[in-house]
C-alpha cells in the first residue's frame, strides 16, 4: 500500500476511482453488447441457445463471406445489417390457454407454453374458495395399548363433532383405521403367543399388530361410526416409535378402498402419543424394498408392511398433494416437538396439541384445523423427473388484501375470495439429443381436487423459414466435398497463376486481380473473409467491413448504431454520419414552445440562430437587435403618413418587416421582453411605440394617441421659464450683497478695521508711497449742494492699511 501511494501519490483519488468505474461500466456494457455473438458459434442451434434476446439471420446473401458467427446477434442489430424480420429465427415464446375448461375453484386448468433454451413464460392460475364443502373426515388411530386411555374418549366424538360440524360443511363422512407398525421383529415380539395377544403378560386380550387396517369407509351413518369405535381393542409393539407414516399412505392412496368423495375436503387425522419410522427404519428388521407408493390393501389389511420400507417425507408430501389430503396430526405434548418439525415438511399439515384425547378437545382441535387449513391457500408445482433438471420453477402469490406473500401461499382468505398465483417456467437446456420435447407441469393448490395442467413444448431444433435451410456450417455445400480452406491458403501479393484465376474467377470483383479483395480465401466459388479484432469483414468478395465508420467519443458510430459498408447505419431517434445528432428537436425547444425562438434552426441537436446578433442556447437574446429603436423609425412614419389605420396598414408591408399592431396606450404593455422607443414626426408631434422579439418574429405596437403642442403655448411656456431664470438671478444676488454687508459690518455699527499683514515676498509689490483722495458729493437739497475732499496722507511703507 505504501508503494501505491508513493507512485500514484500525486494523481488525485477520486480521478483514479472514476477511471475505474468507467473501466468497469465499460466491461459490462461490452459484455451486454455480446452476449449473443461469439466466434465458436457454427449454427443456428448454438447461438439460440445463448439466450432467449438472440436471433439467426438465415438470409443466404446475408453478409456474404462473413463467418457464421456473424449471423448470431440482437435482432436489432441484425435489421440494422440488412436482414429482415421474415429471415430470423427466434427464441419463440408463446402461451396459448384452453378456454374450453374451466371450474369454479381452479382456472384456466389447461394452458400449452412453447419455450426455447434460455427462454420463460408467465402464467396467471386463480384459485377460489367456496362457501361449503362436503367433507370426508378419516380417523387413523395408533391402537397400541398406551392409546387405551384415548380410544375410550374417542367413542363419544362422532355424534358431536356430526352436529359441529355443520356449521361449516353441507355434508359429513367419516370413517375410521387403525395401525400399530411393522410385524416383524424387532418391531414386536414374534414367539407364537404373542403374536396372536400381544397383552399376554398382561392378562388381557388384545389384537395382533398390523401395519394398516381399514376398519370403516366414509360414511355419513354416525351411529355406524360409533358402534365401530366401540369395538375397537388395543394392540401391542415392543419399540417405541409406531408406523404412522406407513399407514398414512396407504389412507391417502387407497381412495376406492376407504371412499374419498372426488368433490369432498379431505380430512386425514391422525391420533398417536409416540413418534414414527422413517425411511430406511426397516433395515433393521431386514426390509430394504423402497416403498413404492401404490396401494396394497387385501380385505381391508396392508399386504406389503413385511415387504416394503416405511415411506419418506417427500413421498408421502407428493402422494397427499396428488390426493388433495389435508394432514392433521393429534399428538400429546411429549411429542409435540418431533411432529413440530415434521409438519414444516409435508405441505397441507396442521398439528394440534392435547394433554389428553377427551372429546370436547378433540372436536375444537378438528374443527380449527378444517378452518385454518381451508383459509391458508398455497400451490404446489411439479415437474416431470425426466425434465426435472432443465426446468426451474417461480410461484408467487396475489392475495385477496393486495399484499404479495412471501412464502408461496396466502393466509386468512375467507370464502368467495379468490387468490392470484404467477406461475413462471424457465427453461435450462434441451435433452441431450438435442430433439424437441413435451413436458407437462401440475400446478396443484393444495387440499383441491382441481389442478392446472401446463403442457411445455420445447424447441431445440430450428426451423429456418419453409425452406428449412439455416446457411450454418452445418449445411456448408462444400463440407463433404472439399472441407473447409485454411486461412493460410491467402494469395501473397495478389498475383495468382491463370488456372487458380479459372477456379477462382467467382471469388473476384471486377476490374481487381485478387481473391476477395485481399482479405480473404476463396473457398469452393466462395468467399471465406478474414477476421479480425477491428471488426467483421464481410461481402460477396469481403470488400465491405463494420469497422471503417467514422467514430464519436473513442466509439464506432457514437455507440448509437452499426458500421455497415464504411457508413453508420443508426438506431432511431439518431443520425448523422457518426449518429452523434438526435432526431429530436426537444433539446431546441425553447420555454415558449418554439424551436429556438423562432430566430434559428436546430441542427443536431443545437440552435443555430438565422441572426448573427443573436444569442443563447435556444437564440434568445440578441442586445444589438433590442435597443435600436432608429432602426424602426422608417417604419413608424409609413404608418403614420398612412393614418394609422389597418385598412392602409397594407402599403407599408415593403418597408416594415415585423408585425405591427395599433394600441391606444402602449404603456400598458411595459414588461421585460418589450423595448420602449419614442419617434417624433414633421409636425413636432411625439408617437410612442414599442417592439419585441421574443415570439419569434418581431413585434412593433405604436400608439395612436399622439402627444403634440401648439405655437402659442411653446411661446408663453418660453416667457415662463424666462422670467423665472431672470427672477432667480436677482434673488441670487440680493441675497449676496446682504450677506457681505453683514460680514462687514460690527455689531456697533462702526467699520471694522481690517489689518493686512504682507510676507517677505509681497513688499516687492507694494509702492514706497501711497495717497488717497476721497470725495462725497451731495446733491440734495439741489439748491444746497455738498462736497467734501478728504485726502489721506503719505503712510510708511511697514505701516498697515486702515480705512
Known sequence: MTSWLRTYGSVPLCLLLFCLVVAVCAQRSSASESVCWSPSITSCKECLSRGPQCAWCFKEDFLDGAVASQRCDLPVKLLRRGCEPEFMEESEVK???????????????????????????????????????????????????????????????????????????????????????????????????????????????????????????????????????????????????????????????????????????????????????????????????????????????????????????????????????????????????????????????????????????????????????????????????????????????????????????????????????????????????????????????????????????????????????????????????????????????????????????????????????????????????????????????????????????????????????????CEDGWTGDSCSCPVSTATCQSANGLICSGQGSCVCGKCVCDDPRQTGDFCERCPACQSTCQSYWKCVDCHLSHGLTHKEAGHCNSTCESLVGYRDDVLGQAGEKWIQCMYISNDSCRYRFQTSSQSGQTQLHISTRAECASNSRLVGTFLCVFALTVLCGMVVVAVSRLLLQKRNLTPGGAAEVTVYHCTGKDLSYIPTSNEKTVTYRRESPPDQPVEMHIQDSKMPLGDPWQY
Open 95 to 569: 402461451v396459448e390457454v384452453n378456454a374450453t375448461t374451466s371450474s369454479p375453484q381452479v382456472s384456466p386448468q389447461d394452458i400449452s407454453v412453447t419455450l426455447r433454451p434460455g427462454s420463460q413464460a408467465s402464467v396467471v392460475v386463480a384459485v377460489k374458495q367456496l362457501k361449503r364443502y362436503p367433507v370426508d373426515l378419516y380417523y387413523l388411530v395408533d391402537v397400541s395399548a398406551s392409546m387405551q386411555e384415548n380410544l375410550d374418549h374417542l367413542k363419544t366424538v362422532g355424534v358431536a363433532l356430526s352436529l359441529r360440524m355443520t356449521e361449516h360443511s353441507s355434508d359429513l363422512q367419516l370413517g375410521f383405521g387403525s395401525f400399530v407398525d411393522k410385524p416383524v421383529s424387532p418391531y414386536i415380539n414374534v414367539h407364537p403367543s404373542k403374536i396372536s395377544n400381544p397383552c399376554s403378560d398382561y392378562e388381557i386380550r388384545c389384537r395382533p399388530a398390523h401395519g394398516f387396517h381399514h376398519v370403516l369407509g366414509m360414511t355419513g351413518n354416525i351411529s355406524e361410526f360409533t358402534r365401530v369405535i366401540k369395538r375397537q381393542r388395543i394392540s401391542g409393539n415392543m419399540d417405541t416409535p409406531e408406523g404412522g407414516l406407513d399407514a398414512l399412505l396407504q389412507a391417502a392412496v387407497c381412495q376406492s378402498d376407504l371412499g374419498w368423495r372426488p368433490e369432498a375436503k379431505r380430512l386425514l387425522l391422525l391420533m398417536t402419543d409416540q413418534p414414527s419410522h422413517l425411511a430406511l427404519d426397516s433395515r433393521v428388521a431386514g426390509i430394504v424394498t423402497p416403498n413404492d407408493g401404490l396401494c396394497h390393501l387385501e380385505n381391508n389389511v396392508y399386504t406389503g408392511s413385511t415387504r416394503q420400507d416405511h415411506p419418506s417425507l417427500g413421498q408421502l408430501s407428493d402422494k397427499l398433494l396428488e390426493n388433495h389430503m389435508y394432514l392433521i396430526f393429534a399428538v400429546e405434548k411429549q411429542q409435540y416437538k418431533w411432529y413440530e418439525a415434521l409438519v414444516h415438511l409435508l405441505p397441507g399439515s396442521y398439528l394440534g396439541r392435547l394433554g389428553l384425547f377427551q372429546a370436547p378437545n378433540l372436536i375444537e382441535l378438528v374443527v380449527d384445523a378444517y378452518k385454518k387449513l381451508l383459509s391458508d391457500v398455497s400451490v404446489s408445482v411439479s415437474v416431470e423427473d425426466k425434465a426435472v433438471s432443465r426446468y426451474w420453477v417461480s410461484v408467487s402469490p396475489l392475495c385477496p388484501n393486495g399484499s404479495t406473500a412471501k412464502d408461496q401461499s396466502c393466509s386468512g382468505v375467507q370464502p368467495d375470495q379468490t387468490v392470484y398465483f404467477n406461475i413462471t417456467i424457465g427453461m435450462h437446456s434441451c435433452p441431450d439429443n438435442g430433439e424437441d420435447e413435451d413436458v407437462k407441469v401440475v400446478v396443484r393448490p393444495v387440499g383441491y381436487n382441481e389442478s392446472t395442467v401446463v403442457r411445455i413444448h420445447s424447441k431445440c431444433a430450428c426451423s429456418c423459414g419453409s425452406t428449412r435451410r439455416c446457411n450454418d456450417e452445418s449445411q456448408s455445400p462444400c463440407r463433404e466435398t472439399q472441407g473447409s480452406t485454411n486461412q493460410e491458403q491467402r494469395p501473397q501479393n495478389g498475383l495468382i497463376q491463370n488456372s487458380d484465376r479459372d477456379s477462382n474467377w467467382n471469388c473476384r470483383a471486377d476490374g481487381s486481380d485478387m481473391d476477395c479483395s485481399g482479405r480473404g480465401v476463396c473457398d469452393c466459388g466462395r468467399c471465406l473473409c478474414d477476421e479480425t479484432r477491428l471488426g467483421t469483414i464481410y461481402g460477396k468478395y469481403c470488400e465491405r467491413d463494420d469497422f471503417s465508420c467514422p467514430y464519436e467519443g473513442g466509439l464506432i458510430c457514437a455507440g448509437r448504431g452499426v458500421c455497415v459498408s464504411g457508413e453508420c447505419v
